[in-house]
């Protein structure tokens, strides 16, 4: 044991080393290693230890060297999203930094950067704009083809001027399902049954894509109708954390109480469907449902839904609004959990910001008649 402890720290003393006398990356890539290479206590690190062993590694590209100092510290990858980083420098890619903080959250712990153990936050954790840029300038290989370019050209390259990227018929908005290779476009076209069918035959395709474009609009003829109705209310809402009294309490969010049409209302939103252990689960979502807190003596027709409001500090969250139903009387005051249609990734993004703040839009169902 002793003796494997002396000869790992050997081979960590040696890289030091051979780093000292083959000084080959610039000066900015340097500090950006220190950086990464700063940490509180080596000994306990091991994936830590296997990053900087590849990094030294001299008979590997530059590129393959820098790749392991610029990946995620958690799922060692190199992050196609923003980069975060602990106030000592490791690097988190977004997911697993949302992750994390929301795992905790979810646990009712402080965060810590996996690497050095600090408190980690929303707070006092920001990008690094810096190491997003060198990554996006790294080489990589097209999805379809041979071709290698930077990261920051190979979405044009794989959607615009691949050979071998993924091409749909020009006449798939007659029908004609043909998908393959952009060379093989030209030669398709020339054998193309579809400009030679006649009307009638072209008939079933047009009526489907009609049937989509009625969906469609009745959609937007629906929303519109809603805004134009005079009994609507639109709450910006904000939820805090709170726990159930059960024996094994869970997690979940509310509403202080807010007014909207006559009557007193909260939300609440639960994680996972309010499974016991959500920070066990790799996949998240989020579920809300609004309860009425008001005595009445009348049914209350109602339509509902959530949408982000302007006080959300996730400007990228974007989610179309699910508009739900309920009848509330006096033995009924809540209504089901609906899901919100927000990615895991997004879930995590919201359970790790300090604050949930939604819009939340109530209107009066006056007769169905006239929605
Ligand atoms: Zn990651
Ligand atoms: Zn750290
Ligand atoms: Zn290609
Ligand atoms: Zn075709």
Known sequence: MAEALQSSLNNMLESNDSAKAEKTVPDGVETAISLVNFTGNDIEE??????RTNAHDRSLSFEDRIRPILS????????????FQCPNGHLMCSACFHHLVADCMLKDQESACPNCRCKISRRNCTRNLAVEKIISELPTTCAYC??????CEIKYHESETCPERPTVCEYSLLGCDWIGPSHCLTSHMTSCEYPKKTGQQLLDTIRIRKQKYDAEKTYLETALDLLLIHEIDANDISLTPMHTDDFSAKLYFETSHFKALECEWKVRVCINDHTSHPHTTSTRWLSYQLVLESNISETIKLKFFISKGPYSNLPALKFQPIISHFEFNENNTETEYIKLPISSLECNQILSSSSMKFRFWIIREISTASL
Do not use: N, V
């Open 72 to 83: 995620c510290c958690i799922c060692l990858d190199l992050s196609t999203l923003s980069l």
């Open 46 to 51: 091991p994936p830590f230890k296997k990053l």
């Open 146 to 151: 041979t071709h290698t370019c930077p990261r």
